[in-house]
């Protein structure tokens, strides 16, 4: 949705619909990975891999995100206001205001917020693919394919149509620059 001089509009609020598509597919895809990964090893080896990825995945995403990248985001101090996850909410109920100055930091070293994030939708992805080599599933290869499916749909739907195109964080956003959405 364009504001009349034809820019992109940022929301200080994201609809509903947004949240939900964002917030579905991210619980979608963490539960299928880890379901695949249980599937497709099977055994208790299956059962503990899967089961340490979906703690791994959710802790990640709904406990790190607004514990240390969310205080340092321009939503976690914009009134009345409510990011594309909905995690400024939490954020603000869980952790201290940090400093814009330092939301770049959620993409600096190897074990970064924006690394774990990634490694959260592409681990299942990486993981299931021998276990279909070892064991074919035509169930476990179905899993597979909704997975790549979800990762494209958020990489070229989600980002450039629905989150961080209208997110007002893009221009500080390493992510965001690194897409082409900073000072659009
Ligand atoms: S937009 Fe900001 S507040 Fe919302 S999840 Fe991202 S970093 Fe956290």
Redesign the pocket.
Known sequence: MNSPDNSIRSYTRYPLSSILIYNGTTVLHFLLGGTGIILGYGSWIGNLVGALYLVFAFLEMYLH??LK??P?????RLDNSL??????VV?RKVAREGNIKN?PD?AKGFFCPNNLYIASLVIPIIAIIPALVLDFSFTVLAILLILVGLLLFRFFVIFPRIACIH?R?KNI?PQAQSMGFGNK
């Open positions: 995100m607004p990248v969310c340092n985001c321009v939503y976690y990011c594309i996850s909905g995690l400024n954020s939301f959620r997110c964080a956003c």
